[in-house]
């Protein structure tokens, strides 16, 4: 059984591209005899050590580190739905913790992995992701233009009122603001992205929000009473349209 496992090893190490699952499977009448006291049954019979697709590669892309949240999107949803998308086995952030969350000076490596072709694919909708088209992945995007003096209300303390209307409304938002985010001084955006349902949601109610913010408390702050009830007014309506996805 040793000599076996160390043919196995062999195998799936010569054979680039190769499916470890299929190598376990490929086996000689010998050696399924040999296992059989192991395994509870007789193996028999022989699978091809290489993967039908073809060999893998692992490539490594870099993306700016301030747009980390627009790749991950609400809960991770946006790069899954690439990785699913573009069919490759491993899309993910290769991130510094030391580095955290919030950081946005420079950039931050990607992992890809898997056939040479959805990785090409999977590039490309993360390119189009970086510039706004979440598009290839069956979502929706769209900017509203934002009073540069209602920004921090809209904000709320440490990001609380943005954070609860993406939990709300099922959609990924983010403040642009400064050149880096490609905006032009005194210029400020509220991106959003998501499935079109949740983008119309989340702009009627971002929309109703700044309509009436010279009416909020003088510290700002948006209370959970009335963000609940802007959306419960939302939910009765029939939405405001599909998403231009165009800037203001």
């Not at 991130?95 to 056939?115: L, M, T």
Request: charged residues 20%; negative net charge.
């Amino acid at each position: 059984c040793v000599e076996y496992a160390v043919q196995l090893i062999l195998r799936f190490v010569s054979a680039p591209g190769a499916d470890l699952k299929a190598v376990l499977s490929s086996r000689d009448d010998a050696s399924s005899s040999a296992l059989a006291p192991y395994t509870g049954s007789s193996l028999s019979g022989s699978v091809s050590a290489y993967d039908p697709e073809g060999p893998k590669e692992e490539r490594i892309f870099d993306v700016p580190a301030r747009k980390k949240g627009h790749l991950l999107g609400l809960h991770g949803q946006t790069i899954e739905l690439i990785r699913s998308t573009s069919g490759v086995i491993k899309c993910h952030i290769m991130a510094d913790r030391d580095r955290g969350y919030a950081a946005k000076d420079g950039s931050i490596p990607v992992q890809i992995f898997g056939a040479p072709d959805k990785v090409e694919t999977c590039i490309s909708l993360i390119e189009r992701v970086m510039a706004g088209d979440h598009s290839g992945i069956g979502h929706s995007s769209d900017y509203v233009a934002v009073d540069p003096a209602k920004v921090e209300r809209l904000k709320g303390d440490r990001w609380q009122v943005i954070n609860a209307m993406k939990d709300l409304t099922g959609a990924y938002m983010d403040v642009l603001q400064g050149a880096d985010a490609g905006m032009l001084p005194g210029e400020t955006q509220l991106f959003i992205a998501g499935p079109a349902e949740c983008v119309d949601r989340a702009r009627t109610i971002v929309q109703a929000l700044l309509s009436i913010m010279d009416q909020l408390p003088a510290n700002g702050e948006a209370s959970p009473e009335l963000l609940g009830s802007l959306i419960s007014s939302v939910s009765l309506t029939n939405g405001t349209g599909a998403s231009t996805n165009q800037r203001f």
